[in-house]
């Protein structure tokens, strides 16, 4: 018999979470909760990266571990816990970054693309620089064989890999090395106003959807969204990117491929077109504003999230000895 692969996963509480975080991440993770082995976590300490009040973190924690829920991640299937609950994170983060070279760091496209927003005049947070260390620890706790995550993160699990197979080669074999596993459609959703770019929760703008915010707000957002030049639904990422996102967002949603989507619409105008995503989104998203409500009424996240992270400490707590006994810190 096949032993059950784990996957290991987490969003972090930075703003609120956009319809990108929900197809490239959360929908996956629902698929994934009856096939594999899951730990989800809140990956609040990653949150700290860059500035946040503290209100507003405790609010944003809050707000993802109920949309996880409301989404359908069933807490006896899947260990799901608050990364600051687990100390092993930080633990095996700090050897991970003594284990890094800054030479990798400094190629990483993330980073690249985070220091290239701050202005020349500003200081460079270190975060944003050791995150994908942090990020690997999470990993390599949970001996996970895949991470699920959308395009933006695959390079970190690269890293993830190379750090765990230096280390495996250093000290001997200690860590599992693991793949990332990237969703078929919606690894990468863009924002509707410059659909060559990521929809992102940080980028505050009328291309992002926020899975909590106002259903009218969001129809419009849809409505406004920035198509190309012609009125045909092709799909042509390169060519016609604005109308090839919402066709990815319409195929992700209603589980249909691509072909399928575009050969149902290819009697429609941009107009008639973004109508129908608007119906298809804010519709998901009604119901699902409606259930994290009543989750966030009902009081059962923290004693779920306590139950989680006793699950995950008791597995962090095995890996981290045995790292600490290689490198000589017992
Ligand atoms: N636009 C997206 N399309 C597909 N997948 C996405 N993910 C994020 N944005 C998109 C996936 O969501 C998971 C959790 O991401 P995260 O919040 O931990 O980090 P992130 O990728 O940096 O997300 P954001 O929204 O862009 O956050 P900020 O603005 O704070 O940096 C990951 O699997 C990610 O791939």
Same mark, same amino acid.
């Given at each position: 018999?096949?032993?059950?692969?784990?996957?290991?996963?987490?969003?972090?509480?930075?703003?609120?979470?956009?319809?990108?975080?929900?197809?490239?991440?959360?929908?996956?993770?629902?698929?994934?909760?009856?096939?594999?082995?899951?730990?989800?976590?809140?990956?609040?300490?990653?949150?700290?990266?860059?500035?946040?009040?503290?209100?507003?973190?405790?609010?944003?924690?809050?707000?993802?571990?109920?949309?996880?829920?409301?989404?359908?991640?069933?807490?006896?299937?899947?260990?799901?816990?608050?990364?600051?609950?687990?100390?092993?994170?930080?633990?095996?983060?700090?050897?991970?970054?003594?284990?890094?070279?800054?030479?990798?760091?400094?190629?990483?496209?993330?980073?690249? !693309?985070?220091?290239?927003? $701050?202005?020349?005049?500003?200081?460079?947070?270190? /975060? #944003?620089?050791?995150?994908? +260390?942090? @990020?690997?620890?999470?990993?390599?706790?949970?001996?996970?064989?895949?991470?699920?995550?959308?395009?933006?993160?695959?390079?970190?699990?690269?890293?993830?890999?190379?750090?765990?197979?230096?280390?495996?080669?250093?000290?001997?074999?200690?860590?599992?090395?693991?793949?990332?596993?990237?969703?078929?459609?919606?690894?990468?959703?863009?924002?509707?106003?410059?659909?060559?770019?990521?929809?992102?929760?940080?980028?505050?703008?009328?291309?992002?959807?926020?899975?909590?915010?106002?259903?009218?707000?969001?129809?419009?957002?849809?409505?406004?969204?920035?198509? !190309?030049?012609?009125?045909? $639904?092709?799909?042509?990422?390169?060519?016609?990117? /604005? #109308?090839?996102?919402?066709? +990815?967002? @319409?195929?992700?949603?209603?589980?249909?491929?691509?072909?399928?989507?575009?050969?149902?619409?290819?009697?429609?105008?941009?107009?008639?077109?973004?109508?129908?995503?608007?119906?298809?989104?804010?519709?998901?998203?009604?119901?699902?504003?409606?259930?994290?409500?009543?989750?966030?009424?009902?009081?059962?996240?923290?004693?779920?999230?306590?139950?989680?992270?006793?699950?995950?400490?008791?597995?962090?707590?095995?890996?981290?000895?045995?790292?600490?006994?290689?490198?000589?810190?017992?």
């Amino acid at each position: 018999m096949s032993e059950i692969k784990r996957l290991v996963s987490g969003i972090k509480p930075t703003g609120q979470l956009t319809l990108g975080n929900y197809i490239g991440a959360i929908k996956q993770f629902i698929k994934y909760q009856d096939e594999y082995e899951m730990y989800v976590f809140i990956a609040d300490l990653h949150a700290l990266t860059l500035p946040i009040e503290a209100k507003e973190l405790r609010n944003n924690v809050k707000n993802l571990i109920a949309v996880y829920l409301a989404c359908g991640l069933d807490p006896k299937k899947v260990t799901l816990f608050r990364q600051s609950d687990v100390p092993m994170h930080a633990e095996l983060g700090f050897i991970m970054t003594f284990n890094s070279y800054i030479g990798e760091l400094s190629r990483m496209t993330q980073y690249k !693309d985070k220091v290239s927003k $701050i202005a020349s005049n500003e200081a460079i947070p270190t /975060g #944003i620089f050791i995150y994908p +260390t942090l @990020m690997a620890a999470d990993i390599l706790l949970y001996d996970a064989d895949y991470v699920p995550v959308g395009i933006d993160q695959k390079q970190h699990v690269e890293l993830t890999r190379d750090l765990a197979i230096r280390f495996n080669s250093r000290y001997s074999d200690t860590f599992k090395i693991p793949e990332p596993l990237t969703p078929k459609i919606g690894s990468k959703i863009n924002s509707l106003s410059n659909p060559l770019k990521k929809m992102s929760k940080s980028e505050s703008d009328k291309g992002t959807i926020y899975l909590l915010e106002d259903l009218a707000i969001i129809r419009k957002k849809i409505m406004s969204a920035v198509t !190309d030049s012609g009125n045909e $639904i092709i799909y042509d990422p390169v060519n016609k990117p /604005g #109308i090839s996102n919402l066709i +990815t967002i @319409m195929s992700a949603l209603t589980n249909k491929s691509i072909e399928n989507v575009v050969n149902e619409c290819q009697n429609d105008n941009y107009g008639v077109f973004k109508k129908k995503v608007a119906d298809v989104v804010v519709n998901e998203l009604s119901l699902l504003q409606s259930k994290v409500n009543d989750i966030q009424k009902s009081g059962i996240i923290e004693n779920i999230l306590q139950e989680g992270s006793y699950k995950a400490i008791y597995e962090a707590r095995k890996k981290l000895n045995k790292v600490y006994r290689k490198v000589g810190l017992r």
